[in-house]
């Protein structure tokens, strides 16, 4: 046998090695030094092996015999000690989370820790992805391909100069396929001396390599993060299946993809008898490895599957019918709010008051003509001043009164032009739409009908005290496996439907409203499509579905993190997988159009209705002079006369 050691030397038959390690054991103090050894060897082990360890779990058996063991207690990491027995070991039922796990063993005991570790690897008791630490002379404990083992025995170095025995020191040998390391260079010796970099690149290994094995991919169509590469084909794009791909050309795994043979399911509801279906219930029993469809990590999934670092932070919200439109003629006060209206208004009276009280005193005082001491004059040059369509220098208007309304003509000329661009703007933005439904109050005081693909908003309401909340998990219904969002949604403007905003914004720009008919869908206007609501149900983070203790879960994590930190993510969900799927961040621009009598058909109604008001006037006048100033006259005439 060959070891490797600081002195660099071959040992001796191993005959003469266990006869030596027979003859130096009484003494004791070569086996102190082995037992200073390996505590040095897991604090090492603890500061730079995989995870980091902060927590310990320490399994020995009563034959371990108790002078061997005592260094476990100088171990300074948070630890669990765990004495095992055939008898005991079967109603430990919650093992503790841990970092490693820490094996002492011998000839005795092997069967009964082996047969131990089996039964809770079976039922996930024990984290397979940890670090176990075996301290044997059997080399069968722990056999299991998918392990992090690291098996380490008592030896003695041989000194070539003195022919003896004379330094114990650790043979380690650490078994890990799940590595971009070969078997034949995973073995190495530990004197407590500082490490090689050897043998610092086998114990602090962290790299992941899963030997390009196959693993199966459950996954649906879910725009516009999971699509169709191909209409007429099975494989998928976007965002979710090509972050599984990038993951696995980087550890190494054959993802292939499949969808649920459930119909109508997708990511899964909780039966009667406590099975899950769809993507949750594949994962859950293991059929599939890996679950990607923009799967949510929720308190009902997370007690099911476990799930990778999160890559997204998604928002749940509804769909819900396009707003209503106004009136075109709307347009005309659109431009200013209401607060404004009421000081034009105020403004136009007050303001013909102070110029005919100015031109009423210069008349007093000079005697002058001014025009504008009458009431109805003045109010007539503010209107006009407004619309733009006189000045303020009036040659009829002595120079007092023209220095005034030249003022006031500045403050009209600037409301007045403010007016026309915005009246411009909101007809060139024509149809003027109401306010839409943008929050969970306005959609629970409205009737539409909440929908959604699986019992979660009802679920949430079980656990919420807010009302609108519980409301809506009371109102809501499951969408029928034989029903689609075009006819949910299409058909008629009483449904909303539930899910996370990057699908409905999808919808939103491929579905069709029901108040449009025989028409494109890329000429609708976005303010008439259907309206994806702004305030949020809940956030959830986005993750990758898998088996309880899949092996490359931590290896996912810093993939995950260099691929958000690059904004490669948030690229994929942005660009057009396929030239028939829609850009919901680059939208074309919409082809500019003249002006319709459309358009302008508030103006016409403005028009019609002062012709309305000229007329009503008109007969108002004629009325009062035939039958009250007429009269008047002729009773004055003949009492003059």
């Not at 997988?577 to 003249?594: G, I």
Request: charged share 20%; hydrophobic share 40%.
């Amino acid at each position: 046998m060959i070891l490797s050691s600081s002195y660099g030397a071959m040992m001796p038959a191993m005959d003469d090695y266990e006869q030596f390690k027979h003859e130096i054991q009484p003494n004791g103090i070569a086996e102190d030094h082995h037992q200073q050894l390996k505590l040095q060897f897991v604090h090492e082990l603890a500061r730079n092996g995989r995870f980091l360890w902060k927590s310990l779990t320490v399994l020995f058996t009563q034959e371990t015999p108790n002078d061997k063991s005592d260094w476990i207690l100088d171990i300074n990491i948070p630890k669990v000690m765990l004495e095992l027995s055939p008898n005991n070991y079967p109603f430990i039922s919650i093992m503790p989370s841990s970092d490693a796990y820490l094996i002492v063993a011998n000839g005795e005991s092997n069967w009964v820790i082996e047969d131990f570790i089996k039964k809770s690897l079976a039922s996930k008791q024990i984290d397979s992805t940890k670090t176990f630490l075996i301290f044997s002379s059997k080399n069968n404990v722990l056999q299991n391909d998918d392990l992090d083992v690291i098996r380490i025995e008592e030896h003695y170095a041989w000194n070539p100069e003195t022919e003896a025995f004379n330094k114990p020191i650790l043979h380690f040998h650490r078994y890990r396929l799940l590595s971009t390391m070969e078997a034949s260079e995973m073995i190495g010796i530990y004197d407590g001396n500082f490490l090689d970099a050897n043998q610092k690149r086998i114990l602090f290994d962290q790299s992941f390599s899963y030997r390009d094995r196959p693993v199966k991919v459950s996954t649906f169509f879910v725009p516009p993060t999971t699509v169709k590469c191909k209409e007429d084909g099975d494989e998928y794009c976007g965002r979710d299946p090509n972050l599984i791909r990038v993951i696995g050309e980087i550890l190494r795994f054959q993802p292939i993809f499949s969808s649920s043979t459930q119909v109508g399911s997708k990511w899964g509801n909780k039966l009667d008898n406590g099975t899950w279906t769809g993507l949750i219930g594949e994962v859950s029993r293991g059929e599939m490895s890996l679950g990607v469809a923009n799967v949510f990590m929720t308190l009902h999934y997370i007690k099911q599957v476990e799930f990778s670092y999160p890559y997204d932070i998604s928002c749940s919200t509804f769909l819900t019918p396009p707003p209503e439109l106004w009136p075109q003629a709307y347009a005309l006060i659109k431009p200013f709010d209401i607060s404004i209206w009421v000081a034009t208004c105020f403004s136009l009276f007050f303001g013909g008051l102070l110029i005919q009280m100015v031109a009423l005193c210069y008349h007093k005082i000079f005697g002058s003509r001014d025009p504008l001491r009458f009431f109805s004059e003045a109010m007539i040059y503010n209107a006009q001043s407004i619309m733009g369509v006189r000045s303020g220098s009036d040659e009829k208007s002595s120079w007092p009164v023209r220095i005034y309304t030249s003022n006031w003509w500045l403050f009209c000329f600037l409301l007045g032009t403010v007016y026309r661009t915005g009246l411009i703007s909101w007809l060139a933005r024509s149809p003027v739409s109401m306010l839409p439904i943008d929050t969970i109050t306005q959609l629970v005081r409205s009737d539409l009908v909440p929908y959604g693909f699986n019992t979660f908003v009802r679920d949430l309401a079980q656990y919420s005290n807010d009302p609108d909340t519980v409301e809506l998990g009371r109102r809501q219904r499951l969408v029928p496996p034989n029903m689609t969002v075009q006819v949910l949604m299409g058909q008629e403007n009483v449904n909303a439907l539930y899910e996370n905003k990057h699908f409905l914004k999808y919808l939103s720009a491929t579905v069709l409203p029901s108040t449009m008919h025989n028409i494109s869908i890329h000429s609708v206007d976005p303010r008439q499509r259907l309206h994806v609501m702004r305030e949020c149900l809940r956030t959830f983070p986005v993750a990758i579905a898998m088996n309880s203790g899949a092996p490359f879960k931590s290896a996912m994590t810093q993939i995950i993190h260099q691929l958000n930190a690059a904004g490669i993510i948030d690229h994929w969900l942005d660009t057009v997988v396929n030239n028939d799927h829609v850009l919901l961040t680059k939208r074309s621009k919409k082809k500019k159009e003249p002006f319709s009598l459309y358009s302008l058909e508030g103006a016409f109604y403005l028009l019609l209705l002062c012709y309305c008001i000229d007329v009503f006037v008109f007969l108002a006048e004629i009325l009062f002079h035939k039958m009250l100033y007429r009269p008047f006259g002729i009773c004055f005439l003949k009492r003059w006369n």
